[in-house]
């Protein structure tokens, strides 16, 4: 097996390897250094056993926001990904337990959350922003379950991205795509039809000219609620509290159209849903 030679000094054999991915595109620049030039260019190395490992480029890739309210640490493996929230001395720690070689999923684990691969639905962010949207499916009901993050800016967003896109493709797909005014407004407009649908339906209800709701059926129990709640605030209160609402669907209406999103997504292609290649290595195209 041949030693690769350090790029920068073309002298020493290469120890420290980089990988730095590009964003949207998802294009990876790899580096070869010896120990002494990566220190030279301020690289933190932390000695693990015998070999010199990056801090937060090597494999499994973790990420420190270290500026957010909230101290947000990412780890992504092979098989799934882990997000913690460390208080400033906690984080303190953690770091340098990673420096000891102590396994980082365990330490995470202990009070973060854990994303097995086989239980994520999707990844979604709005390139404008800096929060980042994890889709589950769980076990026992099978309905999704989100949890949303939000990062210190969206260049932070990026780099989570990046560490997920390269553990998780191919088995999920990376995909960009910008939304034109007309596709940004229609959930606003579909959320403002019924907002005002709604506020119509509860202003007749409070003025009696709506029999009351039928106590059985799907959601018999909110619609009960919402006719009681009409008849206690009357006519007028209905028409004001549903003004309020429609004026922030269209609030929401011009954002949308001023500055349609660009949505990052990472989806499961749908070749891989009943695979079993989880635990593995997952860089198998399917036969």
């Known amino acids: 097996m041949s030693v690769l030679t350090c790029e920068r000094c073309q002298q020493q054999p290469a120890s420290v390897h980089l990988c730095d991915v590009s964003m949207p595109s998802g294009e990876k620049h790899e580096r070869h250094l010896c120990e002494e030039c990566a220190l030279e260019e301020g690289v933190t190395i932390a000695e693990r056993g015998a070999d010199p490992v990056v801090e937060g480029e090597a494999l499994p890739p973790i990420v420190i926001d270290r500026e957010s309210s909230r101290n947000n640490v990412v780890m992504v493996t092979d098989e799934a990904v882990v997000v913690a929230t460390r208080a400033p001395d906690e984080l303190a720690a953690l770091e340098s337990e990673l420096q000891k ?6 330490l995470l684990s202990r009070s973060g959350k854990r994303f097995p691969f086989e239980k994520i639905v999707g990844v979604v962010s709005n390139e404008r922003t800096s929060e980042l949207k994890i889709t589950c499916k769980l076990a026992l009901t099978g309905k999704p379950e989100f949890h949303d993050f939000e990062f210190s800016s969206p260049q932070r967003r990026d780099e989570v991205l990046a560490a997920m896109r390269s553990q998780m493709e191919p088995i999920f797909r990376y995909a960009r795509t910008e939304f034109t005014p007309l596709r940004a407004a229609l959930a606003p407009l579909v959320t403002a039809a019924v907002l005002a649908m709604l506020t119509w339906a ?3 209800s409070a003025r009696g000219a709506l029999p009351a709701p039928n106590s059985h059926g799907r959601h ?19 028409l004001v509290i549903g003004g309020i609402a429609l004026a922030i669907a269209l609030l929401w209406l011009v954002a949308q159209v001023r500055e349609p999103p660009i949505m990052l997504t990472l989806k499961r292609d749908k070749r891989y849903w009943k695979s079993s290649l989880f635990g593995e290595k997952m860089r198998k195209e399917p036969g």
């Open 202 to 204: 509860l202003r007749d």
């Open 101 to 106: 070689g102590a396994p980082a999923e365990t």
């Open 220 to 238: 018999a129990a909110l619609k009960e609620l919402l006719y009681r709640f009409a008849l206690w605030i009357g006519p007028t209160g209905v």
